[in-house]
């Protein structure tokens, strides 16, 4: 029996966006400000602080996802995953810090990114889409609950190139060949209303990697699948990664996925990183106590 999918319009910033077409300039060494650690990442986070109603609910120093790599942030429930996500993907601002996207770079207090690091937001110009726009289509965020418009799963995963000006036809052949790669292929015409919620998942997967991001952020990607469903979306993801050289970034509560899927971990508590490293490592030789008690699968509070 298949359970029928949330289907609305979507709103523009809520659902995944990514890069029309061309590769990411390569940034020079920075004059000065915040220093980005790392061989050239294609995301990293310097000095992010978010607060609410005074509260800070996200306080990272530093954080890095290199292309083809996959980062998972575990963490408790309230750990502020998804609202790392949000800041990462332009849907909040932050109070403090700096994060770097390619070439891109966002700095709290600064609507909007900029090529310059440090510089001002520079993006915008008449008829141009604007700062948060362009940084957006850069990177695809797929949310817990991806929100599929009323329509059929290849009209889904167009939609986003035609936002782009792409071709119809090309349009058309660019999705059918991801849907075909998620394993999707024989759905292209059916209407959302009848997906699964795996099947809705990968095409909201489909939807994030047609537009060609240079990052792919997911939050709790499986949360609300079966095992079998789960292995199908972390199977597509690995190889999405894998094969297009994508900087991926997922949060998950689930130690076991984060076993699974990462390459390199973090493990984050009321907002800041207890412990971050390559992945067989940390799950299997924590340093800090707090980590090895969510390994051994104790509350952290
Ligand atoms: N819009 C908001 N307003 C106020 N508090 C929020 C808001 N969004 C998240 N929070 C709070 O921030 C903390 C982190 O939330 P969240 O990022 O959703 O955690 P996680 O995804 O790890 O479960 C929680 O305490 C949550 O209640
Ligand atoms: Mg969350």
Known sequence: MKTPVRARRRSAGVVSSGRGSGGVVSPGRRSGGTQFCGQDPALAVSGLRKTYGGRVVLDIEELAVSRGEVFVVVGPSGAGKTTLLRLLAALEEPDAGEVRLGDLFRKAGQAGSSRRPGGPSSLRSPGRP????????????????????SGTVLENVTLGLRLRGVAPTVARDRALAVLAELGLGDLAAAHVFGLSAGEAQRVALARALVTDPVALLLDEPTANLDPANAAAVERAVRRAVGGRGLAALIVTHDLFQARRLADRAALLVQGRIVETGEACRLFERPRDPRTAAFVRGEMIL
Not at 130 to 149: E, I, T
Request: hydrophobic share 55%; glycine share 4%.
């Open 130 to 149: 604007g700062p948060d726009v362009v940084w957006r289509r850069r990177l695809a965020f797929v949310a817990q609950h991806p929100v599929l418009f």
